[in-house]
T-cell receptor, first 112, second 116 residues
Framework: AQSVAQPEDQVNVAEGNPLTVKCTYS??????LFWYVQYPNRGLQFLLK??????LVKGSYGFEAEFNKSQTSFHLKKPSALVSDSALYFC??????????FGAGTRLFVKA | EAQVTQNPRYLITVTGKKLTVTCSQN?????MSWYRQDPGLGLRQIYY???????DKGDVPEGYKVSRKEKRNFPLILESPSPNQTSLYFC???????????????FGEGSRLTVL
C-alpha cells in the first residue's frame, strides 16, 4: 500500500536554531511531494513542492525541503526557527494523477 | 481573492439527523475533494470529484454522499450521522495537472462536526 510516514509526532526546537521535520514516502512511480502547514483553527496551507529537478526546493516563510530518492525522504528544513513557525506540518505525496496521500502530521513547537 | 469556502464552520447535531456541509471554490478548479482529519491519523480522503458529474470514493467513504452538479460546488452529505463521524472536515480543490499546475491543493478553513 502506498503511504507517507512522518516518524515524529512532535518536534521541539529553540528559536533561532535550525529545524528539521522528517518525512518518508512509499509510493509507486515518481511522486509529486508536498509540505503543508496548519495553524490552529485554520485549513492547510501549501508550503512547497518537489516535482522534478533540483533536490533542494525552497518555499514560503524561509522553509526548504530536500528530496532524497535513494532514501525515499523529503525532509522539511529551516535554518533558523521562529516562534511563529509553531504549527502542525503535513507531508503529502501526489500519486496517480489525482490522489494525494497525507502523513499523520508533525507538531512543531518553537520555544522562545 | 482565490478561496475555498466551507459552511458551517462548527456544527453540533444528533445521531440520525441529516446534514449537509457545503463547499464552494472560485478558482474554476476541476478537482475537488473532501477529507476528514482525526488526531494521529492525518487527513483521510472521503470522496473526490474530477469534474462536474464525476465523483468517486476515497479511502473512507462509508456514511457519506457527495454530488457535483456545478463546477464550483461540492457538498458533503451525511444522511444519518453517527458519533464516529465526529471529526474536522476539509474541502480542497486544485486545477488540472498541466505544465503550469503541479497539483497543490487549496483548502477551506474546515468544518468541525460533533455528532451526539
Amino acid at each position: 500500500a502506498q503511504s507517507v510516514a512522518q516518524p515524529e509526532d512532535q518536534v521541539n526546537v529553540a528559536e533561532g536554531n535550525p529545524l528539521t521535520v522528517k518525512c518518508t514516502y512509499s509510493v509507486s512511480g515518481n511522486p509529486y511531494l508536498f509540505w503543508y502547514v496548519q495553524y490552529p483553527n485554520r485549513g492547510l496551507q501549501f508550503l512547497l513542492k518537489y516535482i522534478t529537478g533540483d533536490n533542494l526546493v525552497k518555499g514560503s516563510y524561509g522553509f526548504e525541503a530536500e528530496f532524497n530518492k535513494s532514501q525515499t525522504s523529503f525532509h522539511l528544513k529551516k535554518p533558523s526557527a521562529l516562534v511563529s513557525d509553531s504549527a502542525l506540518y503535513f507531508c503529502a505525496a501526489g500519486v496517480g494523477g489525482f490522489k494525494t496521500i497525507f502523513g499523520a502530521g508533525t507538531r512543531l513547537f518553537v520555544k522562545a | 481573492e482565490a478561496q475555498v469556502t466551507q459552511n458551517p464552520r462548527y456544527l453540533i447535531t444528533v445521531t440520525g439527523k441529516k446534514l449537509t456541509v457545503t463547499c464552494s471554490q472560485n478558482m474554476n478548479h476541476e478537482y475537488m475533494s473532501w477529507y476528514r482529519q482525526d488526531p494521529g491519523l492525518g487527513l483521510r480522503q472521503i470522496y473526490y470529484s474530477m469534474n462536474v458529474e464525476v465523483t468517486d470514493k476515497g479511502d473512507v467513504p462509508e456514511g457519506y454522499k457527495v454530488s457535483r452538479k456545478e463546477k464550483r460546488n461540492f457538498p458533503l452529505i451525511l444522511e444519518s450521522p453517527s458519533p464516529n463521524q465526529t471529526s474536522l472536515y476539509f474541502c480542497a480543490s486544485r486545477g488540472r495537472f498541466s505544465a503550469g499546475n503541479t497539483g497543490e491543493l487549496f483548502f477551506g478553513e474546515g468544518s468541525r462536526l460533533t455528532v451526539l
